[in-house]
């Protein structure tokens, strides 16, 4: 797949035609992101994803934000099992008991990294590459993120292989996958 006009005539990589997508892949992905909290949640909503469409996600994410109370990590961490129950019963999220529990305990791992978490995640981060000219060019993992998904589960976190990952890095900007041409790639 390469590049696609879409129908406000922009060019960009070929995401199809949902709106929200489209906002997200032109204002979001691909953006540098740091912070811990920040970092949780793009961990906390990829490893959500899993197995489903990154739309899904988005369009419940303002939801997930609400009842994960902005994935501030010392308030999840806190979470117990009243709290699963409550998260299992919401219809406005993913209802998927491993990847809640994987959320708390991750949450609570974090807290006890002796570094930043972000620091942590951004030491993986391959030099930059030239921009993929096609999406058949953009690889599923890397040997980074194959390198950070087994550091993190060294270190207790959960649901976070190599795919995860690497969708991970793509979205928050430790590489660049937005396909030359695309109005979004900024190098």
């Not at 993929?132 to 060019?137: A, G, K, R, V, W």
């Not at 993190?152 to 890095?169: I, N, V």
């Not at 430790?174 to 396909?179: A, E, L, P, T, Y």
Request: with cysteine.
């Amino acid at each position: 797949m390469t590049l696609t006009s879409s129908p406000d005539a922009v060019t960009r990589c070929p995401w199809g035609d949902d709106p929200a997508m489209i906002v997200y892949h032109d204002t979001e992905w691909g953006r540098v992101l740091r912070g811990d909290r920040e970092l949780f949640e793009r961990m906390s909503l990829e490893a959500f994803q899993s197995g489903l469409s990154w739309a899904i996600v988005l369009r419940k994410r303002e939801r997930f934000r609400e009842v994960f109370a902005g994935f501030d990590p010392e308030v999840v961490a806190g979470f117990g099992e009243s709290e699963v129950d409550r998260l299992l019963d919401d219809a406005g999220i993913i209802r998927n008991r491993m990847k809640i529990e994987a959320t708390i305990s991750n949450a609570r791992t974090l807290l006890a990294l002796d570094e930043s978490f972000s620091d942590l995640l951004w030491s993986f981060a391959p030099p930059p590459r030239p921009a993929p000219t096609s999406y058949d060019e953009v690889p599923a993992t890397t040997p980074e993120s194959v390198a950070m998904a087994k550091t993190l589960k060294k270190r207790g976190f959960r649901f976070f292989g190599p795919t995860t990952a690497y969708a991970l890095m793509q979205a928050t900007g430790m590489v660049n996958d937005h396909v030359a041409g695309c109005v979004a790639r900024v190098d």
